[in-house]
């Protein structure tokens, strides 16, 4: 009874009281997950065509890149297309910050986030509200297919002092 009131009431209210829509993106998750292997395809090079036009149009990095190498999205169908592009290195990301932001997000949009630097500099990168709730949507399927459920107790251990806000 109280997995189904979490799901049903609690998760929601805190949706809700929060702004976040995680629970719509883990259904979608959970839904694709039995898609057949061409389904999945189709789905995924939509996706990968909105983002290559989104990069090109919105972000002053890519439309140089895109540019130098005579390409735009129309131009870049599938996953093995994306050969034509080069690389996009920590050190790039580091050197262009700045022109590696769409500019369809103003700053107070933006959430700063960065790795834990386990290569020897942490790299900090910026997310939009959405990407986080996709983020969360997965680690939600993920602990479904370990066995977890709403409103089961979980144990979770973390240590990175980075991590570890003391005020």
């Not at 809700?16 to 259904?27: D, F």
């Not at 932001?101 to 290569?119: D, E």
């Not at 900090?124 to 089961?152: E, M, P």
Request: hydrophobic letters at 35%; charged letters at 25%; glycine letters at 6%.
């Amino acid at each position: 009874m109280y997995r189904f009131i979490s799901r049903k009431i609690i998760y929601p209210l805190y949706e809700l009281a929060s702004g976040r829509r995680i629970l719509s993106k883990l259904a979608q998750l959970e839904e694709s997950q039995w898609w057949s292997p061409d389904a999945l395809v189709d789905w995924q090079q939509a996706r990968l065509s909105e983002l290559l036009h989104h990069a090109y149009n919105t972000v002053p990095y890519y439309r140089r890149i895109f540019d130098d190498v005579g390409v735009t999205p129309d131009d870049l169908h599938t996953v093995d297309d994306l050969r034509r592009l080069p690389l996009l290195t920590k050190s790039i990301i580091q050197e262009h910050q700045a022109e590696l932001v769409s500019t369809l997000y103003p700053p107070k949009r933006r959430i700063a986030n960065y790795t834990g630097g386990s290569t020897g500099t942490p790299m900090h990168f910026y997310q939009d509200q959405q990407q986080r709730d996709w983020g969360s949507a997965n680690k939600l399927r993920c602990n479904r297919w370990a066995g977890w459920d709403f409103g089961k107790r979980t144990l979770r251990l973390w240590g990175h002092p980075r991590d570890l806000k003391v005020t």
